[in-house]
């Protein structure tokens, strides 16, 4: 059973940058992709980025505009989202995900999920 930690989280002024992981274990491999998700208080779950392990491709949500980079290190079974200059708006509950099936990686339907990082940025 694939598990995914994350962390990084935190409190951070408008302008700010962070750092998120997501660290997998429980049998992730080559043909897994792993998503990062978000979701604010009273919202719903929405998509920030997305990339496979065998490398190939990194997808972000429209909303991202160059200021997220999605990035995977295979030795360390970690994928990570460097955030930079966050905007109140980016407060929200930060989740990793992973999908071995078939489907979009824009959606929701992932087949493993972490328990989520709080990210807050003050104004």
């Known amino acids: 059973q694939v598990q995914l930690v994350e962390s990084g989280g935190g409190l951070v002024q408008a302008g700010g940058s962070l750092r998120l992981s997501c660290v997998a274990s429980g049998g992730i491999s080559s043909s897994y992709r792993m998503g990062w998700f978000r979701q604010a208080p009273g919202k719903e779950r929405e998509f920030v980025a997305a990339?496979?392990?065998?490398?190939?491709?990194?997808l972000y949500g429209d909303f991202v505009k160059g200021r997220f980079t999605m990035s995977r290190d295979n030795a360390k079974n970690t994928v990570y989202l460097q955030m930079n200059s966050l905007k109140p708006e980016d407060t929200a509950k930060y989740y990793c995900?992973?999908?071995?099936?078939?489907?979009?990686?824009?959606?929701?339907?992932?087949?493993?999920w972490g328990q989520g990082t709080q990210v807050t940025v003050s104004s």
């Open positions: 995900a992973a999908r071995q099936s078939s489907g979009s990686i824009r959606d929701l339907t992932y087949d493993n």
């Open positions: 990339l496979n392990w065998s490398g190939g491709f990194t």
